[in-house]
């Protein structure tokens, strides 16, 4: 399969810690990367590679894979944290490809 | 600090062209990176359109390949998108980005604002 799958929405209180799953074939041969987006924003690089962050982005953004699996946690979750999350990979046929998003609300 | 940016048309009629350019400053166009396009239509996910490699080497999403070519132009430090045959499936907002060329890892480090496309009569 060519396709990543992400949960629609996810909440998650202030403060806690939160978890943001991907799963997909092609995740078993590459790492995902990860986009914050909030709206009207274009989508930025929040996690890469094997647990890599971009200069700028908070140590409570971290990355993680399991198998066809990808998770992006968010430790102690803050209200600026509020926003679509997207996992990304290229497929076997070398086409990137996106998850469908995950609205994470915080409450 | 690359940064990029998207030009073009907001308002395309059915069935015509789509074009758009993305200029890029702050870096070369002509660095191992690859050039994409990916598109949002409102209220929805992202879509990778294409992409194109400082070669001139392109690739595309085979469910629209048969309507879109992206050329660049290493002269003017910029890469440009054609879509054909537009219909309002096409509206969207349009990003340029940029991925650098790694092993086992794909990401996008940079990425234009978007530009706003409207397919109506």
């Known amino acids: 399969s060519s396709e990543l799958t992400q949960d629609p929405a996810v909440s998650v209180a202030l403060g806690q810690t939160v978890r943001i799953t991907c799963q997909g074939d092609?995740?078993?041969?590459?790492?995902a990367s990860w986009y914050q987006q909030r709206p009207g924003q274009a989508p930025f690089l929040v996690i890469y590679g094997k647990n890599k962050r971009p200069s700028g982005i908070p140590d409570r953004f971290s990355g993680s894979t399991s198998g066809n699996t990808a998770s992006l946690t968010i430790t102690g979750a803050q209200a600026a944290d509020e926003a679509d999350y997207y996992c990304?990979?290229?497929?076997?046929?070398?086409?990137?490809?996106f998850g469908g998003g995950t609205e994470l609300t915080v409450l | 600090q690359v940064q990029l940016r998207e030009s073009g048309p907001g308002l395309v009629k059915p069935s015509g062209t789509l074009s758009l350019t993305c200029a890029v400053s702050?870096?070369?166009?002509?660095?191992?990176?690859?050039w994409s396009w990916v598109r949002q239509p409102p209220g929805k996910g992202l879509e990778w359109i294409g992409e194109i490699f400082h070669s001139g080497r392109t690739t595309y999403n085979p469910s629209l390949k048969s309507r879109v070519a992206i050329s660049l132009d290493k002269s003017s430090n910029q890469f440009s998108l054609n879509v054909t045959s537009v219909t309002a499936a096409d509206t969207a907002v349009y990003f340029c980005?940029?991925?650098?060329?790694?092993?086992?890892?794909?990401?996008?480090?940079?990425w234009g604002r978007g530009t706003l496309v409207t397919v109506s009569s």
């Open positions: 702050g870096g070369s166009i002509r660095t191992n990176n690859y």
């Open positions: 990304h990979s290229r497929d076997s046929s070398g086409n990137h490809i």
């Open positions: 980005a940029r991925a650098p060329q790694e092993q086992v890892v794909d990401y996008f480090d940079f």
């Open positions: 092609s995740l078993r041969n590459s790492y």
